[in-house]
């Protein structure tokens, strides 16, 4: 079981950045990929972008390709979204999300979560 814990969001205009958090309760490295993901209201749950165990592989949504930055302290526990060049397309509530083994795209495949951070995007 690791429990998962979000912080960094908030307002910000068009153009700007926040860096999100996610802190794990349990040690996260070698064992867990971790995923971010965002629901904006309304919307269903979207993939915005995974990290593989080691840190070594990231994977993101074509629409935040390029912007978003996903990157992993696993001495820390912590993974990170770093998110550059906001839009207000980009308002949602951002989830963590940690699977054992390799990383996936889809919702259903993560067995944690936390309990989300909202990001809101001024124009």
């Known amino acids: ?3 998962l814990v979000e912080s960094g969001g908030g ?4 153009g700007g950045s926040l860096r999100l ?3 794990a309760s349990r040690r996260t490295s070698s064992a867990y990929a971790m995923g971010w993901f965002r ?3 309304g919307k269903e749950r ?3 972008g995974a990290i593989d165990r080691s840190g070594g592989s990231t994977y993101y949504a074509d629409s935040v390709k390029g912007r978003f930055t996903i990157s992993r302290d696993n001495a820390k526990n912590t993974v990170y979204l770093q ?3 906001l839009k207000p397309e980009d308002t949602a509530v ?3 999300a940690a699977k054992v083994f ?4 889809e919702v259903n495949d993560y067995a944690y979560w936390g309990q989300g951070t909202q990001v809101t995007v001024s124009s």
């Open 1 to 3: 079981q690791v429990q």
């Open 21 to 23: 958090s996610c802190a």
């Open 94 to 96: 951002y989830y963590c």
């Open 39 to 41: 629901q904006a209201p």
């Open 11 to 14: 307002l910000v205009q068009a």
């Open 46 to 48: 979207e993939f915005v």
């Open 83 to 85: 998110m550059n060049s």
């Open 102 to 105: 390799g990383v996936s795209r």
